[in-house]
């Protein structure tokens, strides 16, 4: 019996010390886009901080916020052929965290499907929110990835869903002094742009609130990497 237990346990111990080999490391995705924004004041994690995406080809229409009645999905505005205005997908940041949603229906209640959280979600410095995107999480294979995107960086301090709700709304900031300046960003190579780099720059003190008072911008796309 004690030659059994012997036995046992020299056994147990060989398998404790036996290696196994490693499993590889997860490749990170090839085609991102790097999203940095910088607002006049520390981010708040009680407002909502959105990337607005529009990957229809139509550089003539992209993201819109939304600030009157009836107040599209609560901030922007998905589809409005009058305004040129479509949203297809959107990271929200809210509570210091991110989720990517695809917008589903065009037609209120503006349907959404979640796609899960963004390859990363940082603060750089108190003012400032990043976000990693895998392209492939918007467009996946086979699909090709789309030439280019018009997108928008929209602020707000709430959420307005009641349609019959006039009030207008102040605590909001979007690209441009009015907030419809959105921008066309190519996604054929690996690129930076940058706030005022072709683009309408923007600056501080177009918002009432500085903490969502969008004062620099940088977009990076990572092709093929």
């Known amino acids: 019996m004690a030659r059994f237990r012997w036995l046992i346990g020299a056994l147990a111990f060989l398998a404790g010390c036996a290696k196994f080999p490693e499993l590889p490391p997860t490749p990170s995705p090839r085609d991102r886009m790097i999203v940095t924004l910088t607002y006049a004041a520390t981010v708040r994690p009680d407002f909502f901080y959105y990337i607005a995406i529009d990957s229809d080809g ?20 998905p589809f409005d052929a009058t305004l040129g205005s479509r949203i297809d997908f959107f990271v929200e940041v809210f509570r210091q965290s991110a989720q990517v949603f695809r917008i589903q229906v065009f037609q209120p209640p503006f349907t959404t499907q979640p796609l899960g959280p963004p390859l990363d979600l940082s603060f750089p410095q108190p003012n400032q929110i ?14 090709p990835l789309p030439e280019r995107v018009e997108m928008n960086f929209i602020s707000v301090s709430e959420l307005k869903t009641n349609p019959y709700d006039n009030t207008p709304r102040t605590g909001f900031d979007a690209l441009g002094p009015t907030g419809n300046d959105f921008i066309s960003i190519p996604l054929t190579s690996t690129q930076t742009f940058r706030n005022g780099q072709g683009w309408v720059a923007e600056t501080s003190g177009d918002a009432r609130i500085d903490a969502l008072d969008l004062t620099d911008w940088e977009v990076r796309i990572i092709r093929g990497e």
């Open 130 to 143: 990043r976000i990693t995107l895998d392209l492939r999480q918007l467009f996946p294979p086979p699909d």
């Open 58 to 77: 139509d550089p003539r229409t992209g993201p819109l916020p939304a600030l009157t009645r009836p107040w599209g999905n609560g901030w922007g505005v």
